[in-house]
């Protein structure tokens, strides 16, 4: 059995598009041990695939309790497709969570909903070069007009592979990422490293829990990681913030175009 997680921001169209891809075969119960809603379903003309829904998040930090049971699921369950729905309309903003998923070293799948809305927005928004950076297939949809979800069902259904990873950090935090990979080598599955190190990094308390480390690679973390801070005058979590967004501004540049406004 192939299992799509179906993740993204609240309100991108996730219950709409989960509806339109499974129809009405769907089972809805609670996640373990929380009352946050569990649904999966069958893709339609797909037996063999699985759709979960996510609870809808802004990221992947252990902060809400949404946060929390959908990166579980994504990290722990690993998820044979991450199919990741944005909205659009809003795509600066739902791109951040995007350069979280795909630093899960899962294959991703990008459906860009509300088509309807951009197109009557007059922005326009090229998928072909946003799929080539981000490295992972990026379709049009409107999950609630029902279009390009042939489209996105066909892409679902076919074998997906790992994309690359995007170039969001900087040489300095590569670097201290790269260093905190060795430290973790032998503590986590070798796929989900390089997401350990990130959390790590930010000084994820719920991962440095489950991290166990001893005081000698508890002093050797915080040097590496204070050593960035110390480099940019800033907090470790926010460095990788607003490493993000200037990654998303960099590549909107390139393949987002806002509505010329006609001459008054
Ligand atoms: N115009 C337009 N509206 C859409 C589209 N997809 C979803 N919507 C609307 O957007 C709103 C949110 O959609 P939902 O499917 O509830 O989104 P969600 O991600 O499940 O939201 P939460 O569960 O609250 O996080 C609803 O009013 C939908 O009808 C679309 O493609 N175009
Ligand atoms: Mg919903």
Request: hydrophobic share 40%; proline share 6%.
């Amino acid at each position: 059995m192939k299992t799509i997680a179906l993740a993204g921001n609240p309100n991108s169209g996730k219950t709409t598009l989960f509806n339109a891809l499974t129809g009405s075969r769907q089972h809805t119960g609670n996640w373990p041990g929380v009352t946050v809603e569990k649904k999966e379903g069958r893709l339609k003309n797909h037996e063999d695939i699985l759709i979960q829904d996510l609870p809808g998040i802004y990221s992947l930090s252990p902060y809400t309790l949404e946060e929390v049971v959908s990166r579980a699921y994504l990290v722990k369950e690993q998820p044979d497709v991450v199919l990741d729905i944005v909205d659009g309309t809003n795509i600066e903003r739902n791109l951040y969570l995007t350069t979280q998923l795909l630093e899960l070293n899962l294959p991703v799948v990008l459906a860009v909903n509300m088509a309807d809305m951009v197109r009557a927005s007059g922005n326009t928004l090229d998928l072909k070069k946003l799929s080539a950076v981000l490295g992972c297939p990026a379709i049009s949809i409107s999950a609630l007009k029902k279009e390009g979800l042939d489209e996105l069902t066909a892409e679902l259904a076919k074998p997906q592979p790992t994309g690359h990873r995007p170039d969001i950090f900087d040489a300095q935090v590569l670097q201290a990422l790269e260093e905190i990979q060795k430290l973790l080598a032998d503590k986590v599955p070798p796929q989900s490293l390089y997401w350990y190190a990130v959390k790590a990094f930010e000084r994820d308390e719920r991962v440095l829990e489950e991290l166990h480390l001893d005081p000698e690679q508890t002093r050797r973390m915080e040097a590496i990681v204070t050593k960035v801070e110390k480099e940019y005058d800033d907090d470790a979590e926010s460095i990788l913030t607003t490493q993000r967004y200037d990654y998303i501004e960099r590549i909107l540049a390139g393949c987002f175009t806002k509505r010329r406004r006609p001459p008054a």
